[in-house]
């Protein structure tokens, strides 16, 4: 038993995949029969694995700083011919990093919780009762027409439901969207400037993905209360959260090609199964992650069976895309795989500068 304890702690991965497993063959066996496990319902046990990944997540993802003994420091100051002050500046900026990414990836679990929770609660109070409303969606263009019927009759308790199924969804649709910026600014501290010259001070410029997702949101609670033309509220839902889908699919392929870009630094490192899971996880995993969520608008657009279904499928593809994220970025930053890899990246970067503005045309390298 201490044996396996032992393995368990040092593949903790394998635990999330029996997690995994386990709930894929539950949504399976309940998808090709439905009068399978009647008991159960897959909406409500997808949300909530994947709520359960992201608690485990803010519990357990953390900014582990960096610390160089002596005899490394100087090993490496002597390999990369650097003084040991630039060197301890540059392992004050890596640790200064690693804190900005970590804070971004909280904050990104953090608000898609709140986007999960939501999720629940419209499963478990809303969605039995979606085809008694839809009618209400598909025959008003804003939520000023829906309310104009006469109070206290059935039509009048059908529009309200209607309205408070698209309070929740402005809701959920900006939960996604602004978890999405979280995941545009850990791929800005990975990719671009995001400390002043101290190493210390913050300056991260995501104003523009902050404003996107400020917009698209204002965008939805005023087309939800005004209306469109040509929109009824049903097909304006649907696109609003398309876009959102497709502002989040952006962003996740976005960071998801650092990542790339570190297993490919990695992949000669030992051989074993974390490697692998993490391998395949980033090589394959996280891509069908980018891919399924501009799916997330098309949860309503089948009939409620279906979709039922549908979303059940979707949130567990999006529940092993955050199982290797999640699980990729605790490794990372406890094992401290990305620490080597930003620290490799600024020792290595006053030689690519060199390099660009010396070289003004690629056509040199052959001369």
């Known amino acids: 038993m201490d044996r396996i304890v032992k393995f368990l702690k040092q593949n903790d991965e394998i635990l999330g995949i029996i997690v995994g497993i ?18 159960l319902n897959i909406n409500l046990l997808t949300d909530a694995i994947n709520i359960g990944i992201l608690i485990l997540a803010l519990i357990f993802i953390k900014g582990i700083p960096l610390y160089v003994s002596e005899a490394e420091n100087a090993k490496i100051c002597k390999n990369f ?21 970590a804070s971004s990836i909280r904050w990104f679990a953090l608000i898609l919780l709140g986007f999960y929770c939501l ?3 419209m499963d478990i109070s809303l969605m039995d009762k979606y085809d008694a409303f839809e009618k209400s969606l598909l025959e008003n263009k804003s939520i000023f027409e829906l309310l104009k019927s006469t109070p206290q009759n059935t039509q009048w308790n ?4 209607a309205a408070k199924f698209l309070g929740i969804e402005i809701l959920t649709n900006a939960a996604n969207l602004f978890s999405a910026t979280f995941l545009f600014t850990a791929f800005l501290v990975l990719f671009g400037i995001t400390l002043e010259s101290d190493n210390k001070t913050w300056q991260i410029k995501n104003q523009i993905p902050m404003s996107i997702a400020i917009a698209i949101t204002l965008i939805n609670i005023v087309f939800f209360i005004v209306g469109i033309d040509f929109f009824n509220l049903k097909e304006t839902s ?5 876009l959102g889908g497709l ?24 051989r074993n199964f974390e490697r692998a899971f993490y391998y395949y996880g980033i090589t394959i995993g996280l891509p069908l992650y980018v891919v399924v969520q501009p799916l997330y608008a098309l949860f309503n657009a089948v009939d409620l069976e279906a979709a039922s279904i549908f979303k059940s499928i979707v949130f567990l593809i999006c529940f092993w895309g955050k199982l290797v994220f999640l699980f990729f970025m605790y490794t990372m930053l406890n094992k401290k795989w990305v620490h080597s890899y930003i620290l490799l ?22 001369e």
């Open 22 to 39: 386990i709930t894929s063959v539950a949504v399976i066996i309940k998808t090709i029969d439905k009068t399978n496990l009647q008991n």
């Open 158 to 161: 059908l529009d309200l439901l």
């Open 119 to 121: 999720q629940f609660f």
């Open 247 to 270: 502002y989040n699919g952006i962003a996740m392929a976005l960071l998801f090609s650092r990542f790339i870009s570190m297993e490919y630094y990695f992949q000669h490192s030992k």
């Open 238 to 242: 649907t696109s609003i959260r398309l």
């Open 81 to 101: 011919k650097l003084t040991k002050e630039s060197f301890n500046a540059k392992v004050v900026r890596t640790n200064s990093l690693i804190n900005q990414l």
């Open 345 to 366: 990246n600024l020792i290595e970067n006053e030689n690519l500068e060199k390099l660009s503005i010396d070289l003004d045309d690629v056509d040199q390298l052959d």
